[in-house]
Antibody, heavy 118, light 108 residues
């Protein structure tokens, strides 16, 4: 069974960068047909797809966040990462990592709450 | 930007059938997926590719599609089904992924 676990700081100051890591177990990030994704969900709101990274290093980002986003993959450690620059209070949310397969997200991490505040 | 539209809430009594619709212009061309999310937990997929039920999901969950609307049906609703339900699909180009606004299912 594939499991994903998010890690990173839970409090980030405005204008700084948010960096999160997702460690994958029970499966390899170095596999075709699987897209390693980040999704966030502000309190009481719908989930928002942020983007994905493929095992080749190819990335695809949400247009609304593209200018501030970088995603990468580390096949040696079987993990993938997210970096979001110049954060504001609007970036406060629970951040989930998830596996995208055939158009849907079949495995999710538990989520990590991130607050942007000084 | 592309949007999926769901009713904010649906209420049913135990044992009844709940139907949750989701509408979007690209749904005739893109698969839909449904997720159940309970408070403080990650979403769990209950329907894939419009009508398929993943292993471990009870048979009372089913999906259907007609034109620009897809529907999640829960037959014989149980108290444990009370949750938020989200539809999800891709835009027409299949490049970006979106979620519906969510429907809170209340079991009376």
């Amino acid at each position: 069974q594939v499991q994903l676990q998010e890690s990173g700081p839970r409090l980030v100051k405005p204008s700084e960068s948010l960096s999160l890591t997702c460690t994958v177990s029970g499966g390899s990030v170095n596999s075709g047909g699987l897209y390693w994704s980040w999704i966030r969900q502000p309190a009481g709101k719908r989930p928002e797809w942020i983007g994905y990274v493929y095992y080749t290093g190819h990335t695809n980002y949400s247009p609304s966040l593209k200018s501030r986003l970088t995603m990468s993959l580390d096949t040696s450690k079987n993990l993938f990462s997210l970096s979001l620059t110049s954060v504001t209070a609007a970036d406060t949310a629970v951040y989930f990592c998830a596996r995208l397969k055939s158009g849907g997200f079949d495995f999710w991490g538990h989520g990590i709450p991130v607050t942007v505040a000084s | 930007s592309y949007e999926l539209t769901q009713p904010p809430s649906v209420s049913v009594s135990p044992g009844q059938t709940a139907r949750i619709p989701c509408s979007g212009d690209a749904l005739p061309r893109q698969y839909s997926y449904w997720y159940q999310q309970k408070a403080g937990q990650a979403p769990v997929v209950v329907i894939t590719k419009d009508v398929e039920r993943p292993s471990g999901i009870p048979e009372r969950f089913s999906g259907s599609s007609s034109g620009t609307t897809v529907t999640l049906t829960i037959s014989g609703v149980q108290a444990e089904d009370e949750a938020d339900y989200y539809c999800q699909s891709a835009d027409d180009s299949g490049t970006y992924w979106v979620f519906g606004g969510g429907t809170k299912l209340t079991v009376l």
